[in-house]
């Protein structure tokens, strides 16, 4: 109760403008995209648009996020470290955790703030693991809105399903436009199987 006092509190004194479409019942654990991930200020933004809705959720953030006195803050705010080193030792992690206590999870697919010409393919191969609906979350410069758009089902044809995910994103730029990427896996681009 008190996070979401906080979330309208929140969109009442922004800019933004928290624009959604009709979701699931909060309780239905999915996967929660968060893009164009351009700037920390996204975090902000994820926190609000989540706790507004009252999802409960976990989120993927970087190893060194969790150092020192920053560890419990970000475990408190539903984050789980990720070593990228050993990308998929994360994804059957998330799996597990994923079986015991069902959750949602956001992810924002680039990994980083900007510099990478492809999203990270972990999102998918949870969504499709562990058998989840795919939210396209978002922030839009150009419109001062972020929300949360529709929520589908990935059908395990890799560039269908992202040339969905891209009409989504497609007129959607950060708050850094200039370090938007345009949602590609690496797995588009291999044969079919």
């Not at 648009?49 to 419990?72: N, S």
């Not at 730029?173 to 949602?183: H, Q, V």
Request: net charge positive.
């Amino acid at each position: 109760m008190l996070r979401r006092r906080l979330a309208r509190l929140y969109w009442r004194l922004s800019r933004w403008t928290l624009r959604s479409d009709p979701q699931p019942a909060p309780t239905v654990p999915r996967i929660l995209i968060g893009a164009p991930h351009t700037s920390n200020w996204d975090f902000v933004l994820m926190l609000a648009i989540a706790w507004e809705a009252e999802i409960p959720f976990r989120w993927l953030g970087k190893h060194t996020l969790f150092r020192g006195w920053r560890g419990p803050v970000m475990r408190a705010l539903g984050g789980v470290p990720v070593d990228r080193t050993n990308p998929g030792r994360v994804v059957a992690e998330i799996l597990v955790a994923q079986a015991e206590a069902p959750f949602s999870l956001v992810v924002t697919p680039e990994g980083t703030r900007g510099g990478v010409t492809r999203w990270k393919s972990g999102f998918y191969r949870i969504a499709r693991e562990a058998d989840l609906p795919v939210t396209l979350g978002y922030v839009d410069r150009t419109t001062m809105t972020a929300g949360l758009g529709p929520t589908i089902t990935l059908t395990g044809d890799v560039r269908a399903d992202m040339d969905v995910i891209r009409a989504f994103y497609a007129d959607k730029s950060g708050l850094r436009p200039e370090r938007r990427t345009e949602p590609r896996l690496d797995s588009e681009d291999a044969p079919p199987a």
